[in-house]
């Protein structure tokens, strides 16, 4: 993946990344093997809209290193613009892929967000589902407002 060339479709100006779930998961193995920081988004209409009314959380989103289509209606309103999206690429489908992946190559998994018991939980749930991944560390902020986020 490489050589891949990165080519997205913009629904209401946030940038979704035109991959199949392997693609995505290839493309996070490999920012990984780079080493350094990188985000990925799943992104849904929720953000989308918030983005819309939110310059950081749009800026936010632009400078993510992925971003993938959460959703149907992402995928649907890029068939009405005129530029498909490959698939749907949710987050609770690409946590099991990134758990296997994490597993296999001995990477570390460090859960953030959620409430402190469905952080416990997912941890517990991937761990049986996955024995051999190294869960490194949790952490389930306040909810806060994203500008308050940041600190």
Not at 25 to 36: F, M, N, P, Q, S
Not at 117 to 125: I, Y
């Amino acid at each position: 993946m490489r050589d891949w060339n990165r080519r997205s479709v913009a629904v209401l100006g946030v940038p979704f990344d035109n991959v199949t779930m392997h693609e995505a998961v290839a493309l996070i193995e490999e920012k990984i093997e780079d080493g350094g920081f990188h985000q990925v988004a799943t992104a849904n209409v929720d953000f989308v809209i918030n983005a819309v009314r939110d310059p950081s959380l749009q800026e936010l989103l632009c400078s993510c290193d992925l971003i993938v289509a959460d959703g149907m209606p992402i995928v649907w309103a890029s068939r009405i613009l005129g530029t498909r999206l490959k698939e749907r690429v949710s987050g609770v489908d690409l946590i099991p892929h990134l758990a296997q992946l994490a597993s296999n190559r001995c990477y570390g998994i460090y859960l953030l967000g959620a409430s402190e018991k469905s952080s416990k939980r997912a941890a517990e749930v991937l761990q049986e589902r996955f024995p051999s991944l190294r869960i490194v560390g949790r952490y389930s902020p306040p909810l806060t407002s994203l500008a308050n986020m940041d600190h």
